[in-house]
């Protein structure tokens, strides 16, 4: 792209907790390298159990906003997130016309605390104007079952909602299936595009992000596109994405837990400390006299765990280990994540009981 930073547009409410809305696209499209800007469509007031209030922007200040960004960005990419009343929704369906850039629609119609966010004309307007106008559509099971008027009781029917919303005119259905059989480990997600049905399957997590999580897949898929994903590549990749991202929910609050889409890069900070505080440790052994004698037969390791692992390729250790050579320890290679399964496996076994406790040391 030399150089040039993909800009994509949100058009949605503002969530004042972080958690949602604007402010939810707007930190997904960071993390994944893309500039976000927004048309702000409603002020709620709302924390992480309830919304009490909800105050609409005018739809001639929403166009503005749109207008004024078009006059001096080359907007590569848009979504839409709550769309209040049915003059709401219009307006952005005049934008879209106007503009014509690839539209991601996530048809909200209920908050996750369960109140109402759209109107029952907006509603409507929404089924009727906007889905026609979409490059890719991204509802959950009960907004799936209201746009395409059927009940949905498995991942079959998923696959026929898909069909049949796409049939409305959109270029690409994702159907969410995380609340269908909230007893499976399973949870699977269906996408309808090019004229092919595709599922994506991951493993349910128990105490994962409960708010936002529609907002942040949203607006992973319009941040791709907007790097020039096709659609069908953008959903795979935006799936592959939040996977890893609502593993880690922010611990605020008395209610739903709300992702956290920036946690992949703090995770790859962290594993640059890990390697550093290795390699510092294996100086440090490598300095101290007499330590040879602690070295086992085997060798010598020194590993240490990031705050998030969950598997052997999140344990850094030294490759090679470390030997005794002319009475002095000596590390044979370089510190390296997955370098030793041995000291990974006791690291993670001890963070099961204490996640606190995430370096150890083999000696004999």
């Known amino acids: 792209m030399n150089g040039v930073v993909p800009v994509a547009l949100t058009i949605a409410g503002s969530d004042p907790l972080g958690g949602a809305g604007v402010q939810m696209d707007l930190k997904t499209f960071a993390a994944l390298g893309v500039h976000g800007v ?5 002020v709620t007031a709302q924390n992480t159990v309830y919304v009490r209030d909800i105050h609409v922007v005018p739809p001639e200040i929403i166009m503005a906003q749109v207008d004024l960004l078009m006059e001096d960005l080359e907007v590569k990419a848009a979504k839409t997130g709550m769309l209040r009343d049915k003059e709401t929704v219009e307006v952005v369906c005049h934008i879209e016309d106007e503009y014509g850039f690839p539209l991601v629609v996530d048809p909200i119609v209920w908050a996750g605390s369960g109140e109402r966010l759209a109107s029952p004309s907006a509603e409507r307007a929404i089924i009727n104007q906007l889905i026609p106008k979409a490059t890719v559509v991204t509802p959950n099971i009960a907004e799936a079952s209201l746009i395409a008027d059927m ?8 696959e026929e909602a898909a069909k049949a919303i796409a049939s409305r005119g959109a270029e690409a259905v994702v159907v969410k299936g995380g609340h269908l059989d909230e007893e499976r480990d399973v949870v699977v997600d269906v996408l309808y595009a090019d004229g092919e049905i595709s599922r994506f399957e991951k493993e349910r997590v128990k105490d994962c992000a409960s708010h936002g999580r529609g907002c942040c897949f949203s607006a992973a898929i319009t941040a791709f596109l907007a790097m020039g994903e096709a659609p069908a590549a953008a959903v795979e990749k935006a799936e592959r994405y939040v ?54 037969e085997v060798r010598m390791n020194v590993g240490m765990a990031t ?47 204490d996640p606190n406790m995430r370096a150890a040391v083999n000696i004999k």
């Not at 009940?151 to 998923?158: A, F």
């Not at 997955?338 to 496996?345: L, T, W, Y």
């Open 38 to 42: 927004c048309a702000i469509t409603a």
């Open 151 to 158: 009940q949905i009781k498995s991942v079959r029917d998923m």
């Open 307 to 353: 705050s998030f692992a969950r598997g052997v390729e999140d344990v850094a250790a030294v490759e090679g280990r470390i030997a005794s050579f002319r009475g002095r320890a000596r590390a044979i290679g370089c510190p390296r994540f997955g370098a030793s399964s041995h000291i990974a496996r006791v690291i993670l076994k001890v963070m099961e009981y």
């Open 243 to 296: 996977e890893k991202v609502f593993r880690h929910p922010v611990d605020i609050g008395r209610g739903r837990k709300p992702a956290n889409p920036l946690i992949l890069l703090y995770h790859d900070a962290e594993r640059w400390n890990v390697i550093s505080d290795v390699a510092e440790a294996v100086s440090m052994i490598e300095s101290e006299r007499n330590v040879d004698a602690l070295i086992p």
